[in-house]
């Protein structure tokens, strides 16, 4: 499953990002690591951006870059 795949309100633990290079060093940066919690707020009209709640922080990631995160729903 991957984080694009969360509804607005559930909540999911980073397993892995699958991006290479500086895609992956870039989503790094920003806090998503293995084993982060992350929380999906909203996704715009038309899917492109997802906004997210990460360690405190609201993010806006592009589509594409949510289809390379890779997460488990927490209960």
């Known amino acids: 499953m991957t984080l ?3 509804k607005p309100g ?3 633990k ?3 990002i699958q ?3 500086p895609v992956k060093r870039r ?4 806090g998503i690591t293995k ?3 992350i929380q999906m707020r909203k996704t715009a009209p038309l899917g492109d951006p997802i906004e ?3 360690m405190g922080y ?3 990631l592009r589509k594409a870059d949510c289809k390379l995160i890779e997460i488990e729903i927490e209960e």
């Not at 989503?27 to 920003?30: E, G, P």
């Open 4 to 6: 694009i795949d969360l």
């Open 10 to 12: 559930q909540s999911g």
């Open 14 to 16: 980073v397993k892995s």
């Open 19 to 21: 991006g290479t290079g």
């Open 27 to 30: 989503m790094m940066d920003m």
């Open 35 to 37: 084993g982060v919690s």
């Open 52 to 54: 997210v709640n990460l």
């Open 58 to 60: 609201e993010l806006s």
